[in-house]
């Protein structure tokens, strides 16, 4: 048969119109380019289109009954089998009602456009903008599908598993550089002759500099297939590794600095490595009291929503005491600093 349209679509072949039309809003609003990265673009495109088409066809009376007879080839060839002598010529034109036909395929965002601007009533052009500039392009990093199908309910009788979530644990260098992770998952699949067989991928995650602890990466459907179930989509949640020298507050990095009592009154300087491996230079000219923090403006963590911006490097100072003074350098310290006030 070609293409199995029922199961792009991830409904049964008795469907009505309002299961692929629910159906086909739950997977638009999981393929639609605009709502992928540009790392899956051009597979979120290919499926995409995958999903207009079969709608297009299993909602025309006339492209389903064909596709139902002849399948895809013969959908498309027009190339239908001719009925055998003891059909009826009445039997074969309700069956086949124009032997001429032709396939012509719609165009995907005409479809899409028709679809979802009917939700407000023939306000089409503006709601498609408001998805694509909102649902779709703002979700790289908290996507989830569970907002579409609670929406738009799932196609017929589907049902669909609660997202499987691991962790992804990133070094705080490459939440400040920013990084590609690639993930090896092994899930269960349908061939088209009902046969499950395991597949692997490899997933790529392209990590964004300022990222926190808790962002969620949503690889739609990318769960094991089971017969009447939709596949659970695979979420990785962003972990921090802890760092030897920095600890991350929101968007400041902090890092503690001890210095001894001598330092503390006469002066210190202070050479740091950043996590992108630049050197600072801090010089302490003033007195030090305890527990004094210098921060230094815009050496802190990138801030995600503001490209080029950053938090502040925050250096924590700790003065360490001598746990004990002779008579000698006690008489010494009330005679240098007797008259300090």
Excluded at 260 to 282: C, H, P, Q, W, Y
Aim: charged share 30%; proline share 7%; with cysteine.
């Amino acid at each position: 048969m070609g293409v199995d349209y029922y199961n792009i679509l991830k409904v049964n072949r008795n469907a009505s119109e309002d299961d692929l039309r629910k159906s086909y809003k739950r997977l638009a609003m999981i393929w639609h380019p605009d709502k992928n990265p540009t790392a899956k673009r051009t597979e979120a495109e290919a499926k995409f289109k995958q999903i207009s088409e079969a709608y297009d066809v299993l909602s025309d009376p006339q492209k389903r009954q064909i596709y139902d007879l002849y399948g895809e080839e013969g959908l498309k060839s027009g190339q239908c089998p001719p009925p055998s002598p003891s059909t009826s010529r009445h039997y074969f034109q309700r069956q086949h009602p124009n032997p001429s036909f032709r396939f012509k395929p719609r165009n995907a965002e005409d479809i899409y456009e028709e679809l979802f601007g009917s939700e407000s009533g023939g306000g089409g052009g503006n709601e498609r903008g408001n998805y694509s500039r909102g649902h779709f392009r703002n979700n790289t990093n908290n996507s989830s599908s569970s907002s579409s199908s609670s929406y738009f309910g799932n196609g017929g009788d589907m049902k669909k598993p609660n997202a499987i979530e691991n962790l992804l644990p990133c070094s705080l260098e490459e939440l400040y550089k920013g990084a590609t992770k690639k993930m090896k998952i092994c899930r269960n699949i349908f061939e088209g002759t009902g046969r499950v067989r395991t597949l692997e991928e490899i997933l790529t995650i392209e990590i964004k500099p300022g990222w926190k602890k808790g962002t969620k990466i949503t690889f739609p459907e990318k769960g094991n297939q089971e017969p009447g179930i939709i596949p659970a989509d695979i979420v990785f949640v962003v972990d921090e590794k802890p760092h030897a020298t920095y600890v991350r507050d929101g968007n400041d990095l902090v890092i503690k600095q001890e210095i001894t009592l001598l330092e503390a009154l006469t002066g210190k300087t202070f050479d740091l490595t950043t996590l992108d491996g630049r050197n600072i230079v801090l010089p302490l000219t003033d007195i030090v009291k305890p527990g004094v923090e210098v921060v230094v403006p815009n050496e802190g963590m990138p801030i995600s929503k503001e490209p080029g911006k950053k938090g502040n490097l925050r250096v924590k100072i700790d003065v360490r005491y001598p746990s004990r003074l002779t008579s000698e350098q006690k008489f010494e310290l009330r005679r240098v600093l007797g008259g300090v006030s």
